[in-house]
């Protein structure tokens, strides 16, 4: 099996070799001594970055995913997703995003199913993706925190202490962090940007269309959502 970047190395040559022949006319000037390295590594370059650009982030992520004999199962799908798997891929780690969601799948959702915390990580990264909420995982987790009433995540506003004590519970929601991060596909919740707990009955569940129910949660799209599709 070809390591990662050996994959992406075979991908940037197959591509490049679809580059219009604009290419090819640029680089056949590699024997006029008046054309600078500059100007002819800048064009090779370019058909390169053209290439990737065509090639989407999750594709991407999947390409660059280490393979199972290098540390755990290749998993795309969140159907793939077991118990058993999930304690077989390694210690998870990242940076401030991949903080940011392990946090709130501690705080949102360890008490669930692992169907239910995987669609609580869809629902935030479902509105990372959407236009009317912040572009990133820390800013969609920290919406309205500190406003009243204006907190998107019940944890970041009920005035407890933000205090990890399972640790063999956080290191598994790292890993499904890690998991979703990596460009998992997001099947539970078609589309899911809210969700509630069965005990609690807010308003705007009244309107938002209901796509699911998983454990104790319910799961919603905004009606807008609905329409765009």
């Given at each position: ?154 944890y970041t506003c009920d ?34 940007t809210h969700y509630h ?33």
């Amino acid at each position: 099996m070809l390591k990662p970047m050996k994959w992406v190395a075979a991908f940037i040559a197959a591509s490049t070799l679809c580059v219009p022949a604009v290419a090819d006319v640029t680089m056949g000037t590699s024997n006029n001594p008046t054309v600078s390295l500059n100007q002819r590594l800048g064009s090779l370059f370019g058909a390169e970055t053209n290439a990737l650009a065509a090639f989407g982030a999750r594709d991407m992520a999947r390409l660059t995913r280490m393979p199972s004999d290098q540390g755990g199962p290749v998993l795309e799908s969140v159907d793939d997703l077991t118990s058993t798997k999930l304690a077989a891929m390694p210690p998870a780690s990242g940076g401030e995003q991949w903080s940011c969601l392990t946090e709130a799948l501690y705080f949102e959702a360890r008490g669930e199913s692992l169907k239910g915390i995987l669609g609580v990580a869809e629902v935030i990264l479902n509105r990372v993706d959407d236009k009317r909420y912040p572009g990133s995982v820390c800013d969609v987790v920290n919406q309205g925190t500190g406003e009243r009433y204006r907190c998107q995540f019940t944890y970041t506003c009920d005035g407890q202490p933000e205090t990890i004590t399972e640790m063999n519970a956080y290191k598994k929601l790292g890993k499904i962090a890690r998991f979703m991060l990596d460009g998992a596909e997001r099947e539970l919740t078609d589309g899911a940007t809210h969700y509630h707990t069965k005990s609690v009955n807010p308003r705007w569940a009244r309107v938002f269309p209901r796509t699911t129910t998983i454990g104790y949660h319910h799961f919603y799209r905004e009606p807008s959502r609905v329409a765009q599709n």
